[in-house]
Structures are given as structure tokens and as C-alpha cells.
């Protein structure tokens, strides 16, 4: 396995620096317990079905518990209003209009819905401006009323993509993609980046849920190229090292979040060792005394959540709900739905864990507030930063600033 040593600065900051300041969006301890009315937050994820992500609520309780176990916000605890959707568009809908009618609330949040368009559609019907944790589909991209503070697949894609590109000795790029219309337009940004960089570059589809990658392989040219890169779920990132480890393949391999998560490195093991991968912000994997806002959500995830804190999307649950609480917070007792909204779309960052900076509406598009993304890579069962702590920002590059097309994310498995 070829190993990268080299940084790509396309948009950075120090890491310790904004890691620092990202531990500011945290509630400060308080004294005693919170009392009075509850501050309700409306919470909408896929908690069942198929393709379901319980990490995702399991970080935004253990955010709640930690906000709480703190002095809550102004001194007043939080209530996280579940609604649990299925991954149909039905429970979409029904969770949509049930938080949107819902005039109690003080704000609403969403993890991963693959059908949200009928969410949007029923929480800005009722004048809600929601705040997702990470966006993947088209029908997020293209929502009414939402403000996503991390960039999901757009900053993936593009940080990958641009990555690849500039770094030294890669003349060539095989690509296989997960064959649904999102991943086909993540691969796509990936050819058009490495043909405008001069580079050789090839893509195959692979059936989604595919147990054999070894054709797809070696049909994109992966064991001749210099860089191999994925756009696969986690259960495409596991026939993946298989197959690359029964053809010997020595490419570099780079893949998104998906190839990071826990039932990949568990699974695959050392099949997937030196394997890079890109994400939207900081990773839990990193371990303790690398990164501050890793070392806090490690340590306030063992005593607040439940489960293993690098379950999938845990961290950005956690970090989208404390950085929702930190807003909130800055409003005092002008809680009335115009101040939230408002305040929600102001909101520049950091989010623990996420994205450093964040401005809406977005450059790219609108609801997609940051286009921030990171490189990391798998050594072992933990990950380290490829990238020297930078940032990429994919979306100040033009050859990768355009937004995925499809319906569906290439990775919808995903965890940071």
C-alpha cells in the first residue's frame, strides 16, 4: 500500500487554534441543575428501516445529557423532541408536520433523512429555518428553510477530488462508485477534477450491496493506477479490501467516511491499513491527545451517550446539537421563532467536531453553509490527520465546485 506524506493548504487554519475555539461553542459548567420550562428541540433522524443511522440521535442525546448536566441553556434545561423516521417518505412527511406543527418548540434539527423533501416541505411551510446536521441528498441541497453547518457530501467529494489532484507523482486515477444517481455525480466531480488537473482517469459502477468487486477493480484500471478511489457504503468498502487484497493491489487508495467506520475497521482489519479517507470535519478515531475537541466528546460521550462514540455520525449529532445550544444560548429569552430563525442563519461556526467556519447561505448552495472537508488516514484501528490539520475547502477550487447531482449519497452509511 502506497503511503502520501505530502499536505495539500488549499483553505487553513491552525488545527489546535480552531480546535480551541471550537471547545467555546460547548456550554459552560454551571453550578447547580437547570430548573423552569424546558427548552424543546424538535429532532427528526432515521432511527429505523434499512438504511438507518441511530448513532446520529445517540450523539444528539448524549449532547442534550451533556448540555444539561452543565446548566443547560440560561439555566434552563433541554428536551429533545424525537420523531423517528423510517427512510420512506411517509414517516419523512408525517415527522415534517408533526415538528412543524408543533408551535412549543423553540427550534428544529434533522440528522440523515434520504427522503426529505417532504420534511422541508411541511417544517417551512410552517415558517421553520431547521438545522441539519449533514446533507446528502438532492432533495437536501435544494431544501426550503434548512441551513446545514457541515458540508456531508459536498466537502467529501471535493476535498477527496482536490487532494488527489495535487498531489506529486499521480499521473492516473481509477474510480468505482456505488451505481445510484448520487454516487455517479460524486464520481463524476471526481473525473472532471482529475481530467482538468491533467490526469488520467477512469470510473466503473459497482451494483449497490455488490459482494464481488474484483471486475468492477480491475475494469476502472485500479490495479495499474496510481491513486484507487471509493464511493461506496460501508458494506462496499469491506468487498472493496477484500478484492484488493486478493489481487495484491499497491494503489493508493482513498476513499469517503464510510471506508472509516466502525464495522469497516472491525471487519476488514488490516486489509483496509493505510487507507485514506475524506470527512467533513475532525473524527473520533483520532484517540486522546491528538486533537482537544476530540479528547472532550471522548470523554463527556462516556459518561452522557450510550453505545461507542464512534458509531456512526455520533459526532455530528453532538456537535449539531451543542452548537444549536450555543446559539440559543446568545438569544437570551428572545426565543420566538423569527429570533431563532434568524439567529440559525447568522451563525459563522465553529461546530464541535464539524465544520470551523460556516456561513449561510452557502457558496455553492444556499442550504449547504460550509464546503470545509479533512483527510485522514486509517493506521491501525484508529485514524490519524493526512493533511497536516488543514482544511480543504473544495468549493474555493473551481474544478469542484458544483453540486452532486442524485438523489441519494454515495456513503449513506457514514460515520465520522
Not at 448536566?69 to 433541554?78: E, L, T
Not at 475537541?293 to 456537535?319: K, R
Not at 453553509?369 to 497536516?388: K, L, P, Y
Amino acid at each position: 500500500m502506497k503511503r502520501l506524506t505530502a499536505g495539500v493548504r488549499l483553505t487553513a487554519a491552525a488545527a489546535l487554534a480552531a480546535a480551541t475555539v471550537a471547545l467555546a461553542a460547548m456550554p459552560a459548567a454551571a453550578g447547580s441543575a437547570p430548573s423552569g420550562d424546558p427548552i424543546r428541540i424538535g429532532w427528526a433522524n432515521t432511527d429505523e428501516g434499512g438504511y438507518s443511522f441511530p448513532g446520529m440521535t445517540a450523539g444528539a442525546e448524549a449532547a442534550v445529557a451533556y448540555v444539561n448536566a452543565n446548566g443547560g441553556i440560561n439555566s434552563r434545561p433541554i428536551e429533545l423532541v424525537s420523531c423517528v423516521m423510517a427512510g420512506d417518505e411517509a414517516s419523512s412527511a408525517a415527522c415534517g408536520q408533526q415538528l412543524g406543527n408543533d408551535m412549543s418548540l423553540t427550534a428544529i434539527a434533522a440528522g440523515i433523512n434520504l427522503f426529505s423533501g417532504p420534511f422541508f416541505q411541511a417544517t417551512s411551510g410552517q415558517g421553520w429555518t431547521v438545522v441539519g446536521a449533514v446533507p446528502l441528498t438532492a432533495a437536501d441541497f435544494a431544501a426550503p428553510g434548512v441551513v446545514f453547518w457541515n458540508s456531508g457530501v459536498l466537502g467529501q467529494i471535493g476535498a477527496a477530488a482536490a487532494y488527489v489532484t495535487q498531489l506529486p507523482d499521480v499521473a492516473s486515477v481509477a474510480v468505482v462508485y456505488d451505481d445510484n444517481p448520487a454516487a455517479a455525480g460524486a464520481a463524476q466531480q471526481i473525473v472532471d477534477a482529475a481530467e482538468a488537473a491533467g490526469l488520467t482517469v477512469t470510473s466503473v459502477p459497482v451494483p449497490v450491496g455488490a459482494a464481488d468487486f474484483t471486475v468492477p477493480i480491475t475494469a476502472a484500471g485500479a490495479e495499474g493506477a496510481d491513486v484507487f478511489m471509493l464511493m461506496v457504503d460501508q458494506r462496499g468498502c469491506i468487498a472493496a479490501a477484500g478484492a484488493i487484497s486478493q489481487l495484491g493491489l499497491d494503489s493508493t487508495v482513498v476513499g469517503t467516511a464510510p471506508c472509516a467506520d466502525d464495522s469497516v475497521i472491525e471487519s476488514a482489519g488490516d486489509q483496509v491499513d493505510g487507507w485514506y479517507f475524506a470527512d467533513g470535519g475532525s473524527n473520533a478515531r483520532l484517540g486522546s491527545g491528538v486533537d482537544p475537541e476530540v479528547d472532550e466528546y471522548l470523554e463527556q460521550f462516556a459518561t452522557h451517550g450510550e453505545g461507542a462514540p464512534t458509531q456512526s455520525f455520533a459526532s455530528y449529532g453532538w456537535g449539531t446539537i451543542l452548537a444549536l445550544a450555543d446559539v440559543l444560548g446568545g438569544l437570551g429569552d428572545a426565543l420566538d421563532q423569527e429570533s431563532v430563525n434568524a439567529a440559525v442563519s447568522a451563525f459563522t461556526g465553529p461546530v464541535p467536531l464539524g465544520a470551523r467556519t460556516v456561513s449561510c447561505p452557502g457558496p455553492v448552495i444556499p442550504a449547504v453553509c460550509t464546503g470545509e472537508g479533512r483527510i485522514f488516514q486509517i493506521v491501525g484501528d484508529v485514524v490519524v490527520d493526512a493533511n497536516n490539520g488543514e482544511v480543504i475547502d473544495p468549493t474555493a477550487a473551481p474544478a469542484v465546485a458544483s453540486a452532486p447531482a442524485g438523489s441519494a449519497t454515495p456513503g449513506t452509511t457514514a460515520d465520522q
